[in-house]
């Protein structure tokens, strides 16, 4: 018999009542029995996204869980948020879609729910602001071409459109019923535990009252539900040091025997500059030729205390197979997803680095229900600690800009990562004004950073 949304709601209340549900919120409201079945389904997300990188294979494990267990997990996310929002006010939005298809969204800060709201329609993705955006037009004009295919337009000819009713939309259907509001009269940071392809939405430029979302909140795409409740799930800005950063940047990729490929003058520019203000050695810098696959793994491996890996190169997405379809390209070969799983990053075992995917397409890849698998968790699930992935194919321009605005929020104003995106994303959106295309195209993926923990030049090593 199919699953109504009635029998669906009815069965969540009966689970619900059997467990003991603690008061966690400001007026003391019971749970909602619907947020329990999602905790219950995102813990079991989070060991199939652990499968899946161990074996290649995705199969989320039973769904029977302790009803004080599940509660208890609610409670843990409560107790997290106020201990990290010290310095910054933190929030987390967790999302899940029911068996119906509808997507539930439920705010919490340190005091527990505050916020909940349910789409207006079943949630099916986030394809109709990517259509708003022409995301897949640019894309053509930008993404490689098989050797011996026809070429695309160029990317004068694809105009961007005015995507603000759809992306009205898209804030109902993310941030449902008092959650956008409550975002609206508030500002910090916002941690999310996404659905679906929810994680994958540009939510910098969401319109929040007469503002946008990055006019008040950074953002961290979370890859699991432990990263919510566990205090070792962290990271540590005070790790960065630009100077033992390992940089690559516009590898030379002419003989590559399957695509052709633009060439990428503003990621060199970018590579050149950062390694230029930072002082980068020139062994960590790799361009052109000198790009290759096994260099890359090699400076890894050989600079197993570098704090940054920076890839400034072209990307691919494969929704199919993320791990064996999905690549940076560089200059004798790509650095697929399933290079990621073998176990030769042995430092990051306790050193976790920042990743910065200057690149298309790296916070794509396949959908699950509990979020997207691509290159960005691979990179997580590898050991780094964060990632700078993007979302769609964007120009070299506008990538150059942003990247080189984030390195000055990042490394020289000393603002955790997440922060640092933000304001980058704000620098660029003066440039690109009517254009979130160009500026809110990338995202931060990973564990959020240590509350008031920044950046101190003066006290790293040289």
Known sequence: MPLTR???????????????????????????PRLLL???????????????????????PGRARPQNQLAGTVRSIARRLAQISDSEPTCALIHWRDPDGWLHGWLLDGTGVIATGTSAKPYDSMAFLHDALRVDARTATRA??????????????????????????????????????????????????????????????MPLGDAMLADRWSIVVLPDIETLTD????????????????????????????YEWSDLPGAAEEAQAFAKVFGVPSARLLTGKAATRERVLAGIDNYGEASIVYLATHGLANSVNPMDGSFLALADGHLYGRDLRTPRFQAWAAWHPLVILSACQTA???????????????????????????????????????????????????????????????????????????????????????????????????
């Open 6 to 32: 009635r029998r669906f709601v009815e069965g969540a209340a009966a689970l619900a009542a059997t467990a003991p549900l603690p008061t966690v919120t400001q007026s003391a409201a019971p749970l909602d």
């Open 38 to 60: 999602a905790i219950r389904d995102h813990l079991g997300y989070s060991v199939g996204f652990r499968r899946k990188f161990a074996t290649g294979t995705y199969a989320a």
């Open 144 to 205: 490689p071409v098989r050797r011996g295919s026809p070429r695309p337009p160029p990317p004068s000819v694809v105009r961007p459109t005015d995507p603000r009713a759809q992306f009205a939309r898209a804030r109902d259907t993310l941030l449902p019923g008092a959650i956008g509001a409550v975002l609206a009269e508030r500002s910090g940071r916002l941690l999310l535990l996404p659905a679906r392809d929810t994680g994958s939405a540009p939510y910098a430029a």
């Open 231 to 258: 205090p070792r799930r962290v990271y540590e800005p005070r790790t960065l040091n630009p100077r033992n950063a390992l940089v690559v940047g516009n590898p030379d990729l002419s003989r590559d025997p399957a």
């Open 364 to 462: 794509l890849g396949k959908t699950f229900d509990g979020g997207t698998y691509g290159v960005a968790r691979g990179w997580i699930s590898a050991g780094a600690g964060q990632v700078v992935a993007s979302l769609w194919n964007v120009s070299d321009t506008a990538t150059q800009l942003l990247m080189l605005h984030f390195a000055e929020h990042a490394f020289l104003k000393r603002q955790p990562p997440e922060e640092a995106l933000r304001l980058a994303q704000l620098d660029a959106r003066g440039t690109y004004p009517n254009d979130p295309a160009a500026w809110a195209s990338f995202t931060l993926f990973g564990a959020p950073s240590a509350s008031g923990q920044r950046l101190d030049l003066r006290a790293l090593p040289r």
